[in-house]
């Protein structure tokens, strides 16, 4: 009786949804439908977009900067260094440091910048690290006396390219007060893009045998780790710390406040976006309400017939299904082909857009020279990234997907929560 009572009320709620032939009522239906697809599909491209930018700067930051784990060096006896660098789940120790210097260029622009120095063997053996790190100049070179690799950004302000003197202004002396600066000439050997405006702007790469030249007193050393799996630093750190006896830093610890910045960025962002469901949701319960009162008096019949309010109320819910159902796989369907294939629908759209100039210009010869003009929505002249990066995550497409069917079951069931037939034979009588 169960599975019979189910199938009439799906059959009853499909013939509502599609109507007869020559039924022009279930417009609604569709263009709600479609109003979910819409929003569906907004979320997805939205978030893939965001995902691909929000984790190409953290796997900047992780892979160039600050790595999964940091230890200060000092605090490590060198006999740990390696039992750090075999401990299960690490995948690469390097050590380095950071200092805060002065860069002068061939023009003697000023820039104040941050020099890396690690080990070039170990930093060549650091997948990540060589990954992110892109040379478009030179080589991947620091065993030569005073080598240097600079950014891109920070080579292009200064006016450098391979083989170029790069002078770097540093602080000798003793003490405090007998510290006065100094000029220290390095050649540059490499040029580096990471994608990430403020390494390719304000790092350079050298030697850890630079640092004695860079500055003065003790060397301020630091131990960075790379793990398999960067999800499980808590475990390793607590570890680390215990097999070292020194305090290990985990990279949620270390870039807390920007980490966090961009996941509240990409919450408001889903926020804003879900309102839309908010305004197709009012307009699935308002066709829903007049769907009811349409079908009023096939609503008496079913009355008269037995048939309980409860199963009348689950037909329309499950017609508000269907909308859902249709609409969020819809939804889905086109949001997964937009994001995978936007840069393909981006260079597209710029040909398209530059096609009026070539044709103006075959018409009018050489009064106008259109003919080389290709319009980019994503030109280099103007925009740093080349390319919109995309990472669609399976987790927050069936959030889209779910978000938007549970938005279209709601307001079908708070149309039908009270239907207003209180007496059946008195509709049928009127009807």
């Not at 780790?225 to 475990?235: G, H, P, V």
């Amino acid at each position: 009786m169960g599975k019979a009572r189910h199938r009439w009320i799906t059959f009853l709620s499909s013939r509502y949804l599609w109507g007869r032939e020559r039924d022009s009522k279930n417009v609604t239906q569709i263009l709600s439908a479609l109003g979910l697809a819409a929003g569906v599909l907004t979320l997805i491209t939205v978030i893939s977009v965001m995902n691909g930018l929000q984790m190409g700067y953290i796997s900047s930051i992780l892979e160039i900067g600050s790595y999964h784990i940091r230890i200060d060096a000092q605090d490590v006896p060198a006999e740990f260094e390696d039992a750090v660098r075999h401990e299960r789940g690490v995948k690469s120790c390097v050590r380095f440091a950071d200092i805060q210097v002065l860069s002068q260029g061939s023009l003697s622009r000023m820039s104040p910048i941050n020099v890396r120095c690690v080990d070039p063997d170990a930093a060549v053996g650091d997948a990540g690290f060589m990954q992110h790190l892109k040379i478009t100049g030179g080589a991947f070179s620091l065993k030569g006396e005073n080598s240097v690799i600079l950014g891109s950004e920070l080579a292009r302000y200064l006016r450098l390219k391979v083989g170029d003197s790069f002078v770097i202004m540093a602080m000798s002396g003793e003490s405090f007060k007998t510290l006065k600066p100094k000029n220290v000439d390095f050649k540059v050997t490499g040029i580096f893009k990471t994608g990430y405006y403020e390494y390719d702007r304000n790092l350079a790469i050298m030697s850890l045998e630079s640092v004695p030249m860079l500055q003065s007193g003790p060397p301020d050393f630091k131990l960075g780790i790379k793990l398999n799996n960067l999800y499980r630093d808590k475990a390793l750190v607590e570890r680390l710390s215990t097999i070292t006896g020194a305090q290990a830093v985990s990279w949620r610890d270390y870039n807390k406040a920007f980490f966090g910045a961009l996941r509240m960025e990409k919450y408001a962002m889903m926020f804003l976006i879900c309102l839309i469901f908010v305004v197709i949701g009012v307009n699935i319960y308002n066709f829903m309400r007049r769907s009811v009162s349409e079908k009023i008096e096939d609503i008496a019949v079913l009355y008269s017939l037995g048939i309980q309010e409860k199963d009348v109320r689950r037909i329309f819910i499950t017609e508000g299904a269907f909308v859902g159902f249709f609409g969020g796989t819809l939804g889905v369907a086109l949001g997964l082909l937009i994001s995978i294939n936007l840069n393909a629908i981006f260079a597209i759209a710029g040909k398209v857009v530059s096609w009026p100039g070539q044709v103006f210009s075959r018409l009018f010869g050489g009064l106008f020279d259109f003919a080389r003009v290709q319009f980019q929505l994503f030109s280099p002249a103007y925009f740093y990234i080349q390319e919109v990066p995309v990472q669609v995550m399976f987790s927050e497409v069936m959030f889209a997907f779910f978000f938007a069917f549970f938005a279209a079951l709601v307001s079908a069931y708070m149309a039908v929560k009270k239907l207003d037939v209180k007496n059946p034979a008195t509709v049928l009588r009127c009807e």
